[in-house]
């Protein structure tokens, strides 16, 4: 939000709309609110933690994808910074990208076995990606809409009452990443 104020602003202007400044925003707001459900989407797609896949998969049998043989047994590891960012302008943080009535579906939508049928693979893609995303997808939702719903999210300012850079694209390396500090 402190790179994308632009963002903060639309989804807080939906808070204000939806929920007002007298109560939280629960679980209970999630249908009236799906810009803030696709800032957590996009979040998710955007800086996934496990940039190399997670967990490997191997495959079962002998098979040939594309032109490529793949012997059975041979760990498969899906490259998730890849895949989320095989898109037009993948470094913009654009959250109108899962906004319902496009392409991905909304929260809770069983997905099949195509990753293209969801808007990230952050969490794998098919049959075997992980069952708890529909926690990951509320737990973040409660914490991003609050945290809009009381707060503005802003650059620090140094000295001389410039912004402090942020480097967006900038992560620690390792198999789990975070983004790099900054003020």
């Known amino acids: 939000m402190a790179i994308f104020p632009e963002v903060q602003k639309r989804a807080q202007e939906e808070l204000d709309t939806v929920v007002g400044s ?3 925003p629960t679980w209970d707001d999630t249908a009236d609110l799906p810009y803030i459900m696709s800032c957590v989407k996009e979040s998710f797609r955007w ?7 997670g967990a490997p998969h191997a495959a ?18 899906n490259n998730v910074w890849s895949i989320n960012n ?17 392409k ?12 293209s049928d969801k808007g990230f693979t952050t969490f794998g893609a098919g049959r075997r990606m992980c069952p ?12 991003v809409a609050r945290l809009l719903w009381a707060f503005n999210i802003k650059r620090a300012v140094d000295e001389n009452g410039q912004f402090t850079p942020i480097d967006r694209d900038g992560m ?3 198999f789990m990443v975070t983004p790099l500090h900054y003020e």
């Open 22 to 24: 007298h109560r939280f």
């Open 47 to 53: 800086m996934p933690t496990t940039v190399a896949g």
């Open 60 to 77: 079962t049998n002998e098979d040939t994808y594309m032109g490529y043989r793949i012997p059975a047994g041979v760990p498969i590891v």
């Open 86 to 102: 095989d898109r037009t302008n993948p470094r913009d943080f654009e959250p109108y990208r899962h906004m319902p009535g496009h």
């Open 104 to 115: 991905y579906p909304p929260v809770g939508t069983p997905v099949g076995s195509d990753g």
């Open 132 to 143: 708890g995303i529909h926690v990951a997808e509320r737990s973040m939702y409660t914490a």
């Open 172 to 174: 620690s390396p390792g």
